[in-house]
T-cell receptor
Framework: QQKVQQSPESLTVSEGAMASLNCTFS??????FRWYRQHSAKGLEVLVS????GEKEEGRFTAHLNRANLHVSLHIREPQPSDSAVYLC?????????????FGGGTRLTVRP | GALVYQYPRRTICKSGTSMRMECQAV??????VAWYRQSPQKTFELIAL?????????EQNFTQEKFPISHPNLSFSSMTVLNAYLEDRGLYLC???????????FGHGTKLSVL
């Protein structure tokens, strides 16, 4: 069964400093990887989706996937206090899995002004 | 644009009663719909995945008898929490996907409180 783990559990950075979040997964055949943000027990906001090794940038958010190392990371450039939220890594098990995702436990990011 | 609406946004029910929540996909065909639960202080757990032309598949620890799901067409799904108790509290999220797995949309969720 797929296991998705995120680190660190919480992270505090100063406004403008790069924030880096990590996610490891157990199934090397996993196909799709997504980073979401959740503000205060609300719904999910998709930040970036990545399907192949390498980098994918969406605005200030960059995901980096290394399937061989079972690792996907998220880097937030110039974070602002409004970026303070829980960041969730989600993995799809195989192609055409539809809406099936396994979520990590989340990283709570706090951005200090 | 593509959107997923969930309602109600919040609901409170008495212990032992049932509560139905709905999910509406707008602007795309929801060939798959997944229902998730985020219990307090936890991450999202998949309850079940419904794919058009396939049986609804429930994850371990979740059953159709407790969480019956309907997915009658490509724009609508509903789930009922039967006999809700304290451990059923949480945020229930509907995720809808298109067949090629490249596009996936979430609603804002239904927050369930149980008294």
């Amino acid at each position: 069964q797929q296991k998705v783990q995120q680190s660190p559990e919480s992270l505090t950075v100063s406004e403008g400093a790069m924030a880096s979040l990590n996610c490891t997964f157990s199934d090397g055949t996993s196909n799709n990887f997504r980073w979401y943000r959740q503000h205060s027990a609300k719904g999910l906001e998709v930040l970036v989706s990545i399907f192949s090794d390498g980098e994918k940038e969406e605005g200030r958010f960059t995901a980096h996937l290394n399937r061989a190392n079972l690792h996907v990371s998220l880097h937030i450039r110039e974070p602002q206090p409004s970026d303070s939220a829980v960041y969730l890594c989600a993995v799809s098990p195989y192609n055409n899995a539809g809406a099936k995702l396994t979520f990590g436990g989340g990283t709570r990011l706090t951005v200090r002004p | 644009g593509a959107l997923v609406y969930q309602y109600p946004r919040r609901t409170i029910c008495k212990s032992g009663t049932s509560m139905r929540m709905e999910c509406q996909a707008v602007g795309f065909q929801a060939t798959s719909v997944a229902w998730y639960r985020q219990s307090p202080q936890k991450t999202f757990e998949l309850i079940a995945l419904s794919t058009v032309n396939s049986a609804i598949k429930y994850e371990q620890n979740f059953t159709q008898e407790k969480f019956p799901i309907s997915h009658p067409n490509l724009s609508f799904s509903s789930m009922t929490v039967l006999n809700a108790y304290l451990e059923d509290r949480g945020l229930y999220l509907c995720g809808a996907g298109t067949g090629n797995n490249e596009r996936l949309f979430f609603g804002h969720g239904t927050k369930l409180s149980v008294l």
